[in-house]
């Protein structure tokens, strides 16, 4: 017999341990109709699919003639990907009730899933024709149009799909989660911004809103309105775990290490902490200065996931600061092998190489650097400047020389001035350093940096002076 005392206001942790309970006695839970879909939902919100399943398979036997029921079964098995489940659930239910709007919206979800784009473009052509067909179910209309885009790899029809979407029903949660992607795919980050700020403007309290807003912030390179919009979403929900996760990412790349570790220790709280996260947690204490700690984090890592380099590299970074330039020249050669196309592992080793004074290693290893990131002046400047600091200036020169066709940078410019005022050809170092001043101004200090000596050379002041007063 059915417990009937429950009332609608009773918790769902209530609720719950009621249905448990009932299972003891009764074959499939014994509860109403609405407090297993109250289940069904909490369930499905806290992503344990098993549950949410398992409650909805009792309600569907307590209350086989429920079109709620079924429906909400086929909808389970649709958002988990179960596409031959949910067919099978679709032709009990169509034998069951007759075909409407809504049932037409199942199948066209279905057949998107199981990618029969050309079935899927007839049903939307025939609901697209119903007359005052709801804004829930043309919403869902759109966002099926938006797939069969997006298998023609049209993002940018596939982005205005899920616009529409999103106007006509806010709460689509595929709408919500795929646009992101079809704004960066299409560069609509500035647009999809404003529509997120008219829909917000609806509902402030949208947390996957909020996080999409700040993946446009930061596409557009707004970054610290998008760490207040991250925050903002795991504010609103502190289960969000994507929204943690660029949140700190962000602030570890801003080099708020106090900021992005606080944070993890609050995930850690909520949840098992990924590998990803952990070595974000391992940098977090490698910047606030706690070597012993991100040792153990990462040593940890690198038992637990023996490919991951980064934690190498990390790791070897510790001991370079003990200093242990063995042990640090070991990690870096083993991040290497793990991943040949890091230009700052190589660059890195390089530095080992000099405090060990392996010169010949260290020429090497830079040289690699600025190979693998041909397009990044910082390393061909590092390289250029190793071989000026060991007396090689004609290489040094090579080098630069080899940068400029390749790159581009104040540093190349004023490191190369260097050279050639250190290889005692003023008159071109003079020209050199002229058109960096025109063209790097902001980054002259640079020059200082590389050849303090030149302070006193009052022709290279003047010039300086007069390139200011030009700015």
């Known amino acids: 017999m059915r417990n009937d005392s429950t009332q609608p206001n009773v918790s769902i942790a209530e609720l719950i341990k009621q249905y448990n309970s009932n299972l003891e006695s009764s074959k499939f839970g014994g509860m109403k109709e609405y407090e297993y879909l109250r289940m069904i939902d909490y369930y499905d919100k806290t992503n344990n699919y098993e549950s949410a399943y398992a409650c909805n398979y009792d309600g569907l036997c307590e209350y086989p003639m429920s079109y709620v029921m079924h429906r909400r079964m086929i909808n389970l098995q649709l958002d988990n990907f179960s596409f031959t489940f949910a067919e099978e659930a679709l032709e009990e239910m169509t034998k069951l009730f007759p075909i409407n709007d809504e049932i037409s919206v199942l199948l066209l979800k279905l057949n998107i899933g199981l990618k029969r784009f050309d079935v899927a473009l007839e049903i939307i052509a025939n609901l697209q024709q119903v007359e005052n067909l709801k804004d829930e179910l043309l919403s869902e209309v759109y966002w099926a149009k938006g797939q069969v885009h997006e298998s023609k790899t049209q993002y940018e029809q596939k982005y205005f799909c899920l616009k529409e979407a999103l106007l006509l029903n806010p709460d689509n949660a595929r709408a919500l989660e795929e646009i992101q992607a079809a704004a960066e795919l299409s560069n609509n980050n500035k647009n999809?911004?404003?529509?997120?700020?008219?829909?917000?403007?609806?509902?402030?309290?949208?947390?996957?809103?909020?996080?999409?807003?700040?993946?446009?912030?930061?596409?557009?390179?707004?970054?610290?309105?998008?760490?207040?919009?991250?925050?903002?979403?795991?504010?609103?929900?502190?289960?969000?775990?994507?929204?943690?996760?660029?949140?700190?990412?962000?602030?570890?790349?801003?080099?708020?290490?106090?900021?992005?570790?606080?944070?993890?220790?609050?995930?850690?709280?909520?949840?098992?902490?990924?590998?990803?996260?952990?070595?974000?947690?391992?940098?977090?204490?490698?910047?606030?200065?706690?070597?012993?700690?991100?040792?153990?984090?990462?040593?940890?890592?690198?038992?637990?996931?023996?490919g991951m380099d980064e934690a190498y590299f990390m790791l070897g970074k510790c001991y370079q600061l003990e200093p242990d330039y063995t042990s640090a020249a070991y990690l870096y050669n083993k991040a290497i092998s793990l991943n040949t196309m890091r230009e700052d592992y190589y660059a890195a080793l390089g530095d080992v190489n000099v405090e060990e004074y392996k010169f010949n290693k260290a020429n090497y290893n830079y040289g690699k650097a600025a190979a693998t990131a041909p397009e990044n002046s910082f390393y061909w400047a590092k390289h250029a400047r190793f071989l000026m600091k060991i007396g090689n200036l004609d290489r040094a020169f090579e080098v630069l020389t080899l940068a400029e066709n390749t790159c581009s940078g104040g540093d190349i410019l004023y490191c190369k001035a260097v050279c050639l005022f250190t290889m005692g050809k003023r008159k071109k170092a003079l020209k050199t350093l002229e058109n960096a001043l025109i063209d790097y101004y902001d980054e002259h200090k640079l020059f200082f940096k590389i050849a303090p000596e030149k302070f006193i050379d009052k022709q290279v002041a003047d010039m300086i002076t007069y390139y200011k007063l030009q700015e």
């Open 192 to 306: 999809a911004s404003k529509l997120y700020h008219r829909l917000l403007v609806k509902d402030a309290y949208k947390y996957r809103l909020w996080y999409n807003l700040g993946n446009a912030y930061l596409r557009e390179n707004q970054v610290e309105l998008a760490l207040e919009a991250f925050e903002f979403a795991f504010e609103l929900n502190e289960r969000f775990e994507l929204a943690y996760l660029e949140y700190v990412e962000l602030s570890i790349a801003l080099k708020r290490y106090d900021l992005a570790f606080h944070t993890l220790k609050k995930m850690k709280g909520l949840f098992t902490l990924s590998n990803d996260s952990l070595f974000q947690l391992g940098k977090c204490h490698f910047y606030r200065k706690e070597y012993d700690k991100a040792k153990v984090i990462f040593y940890a890592l690198i038992k637990a996931e023996r």
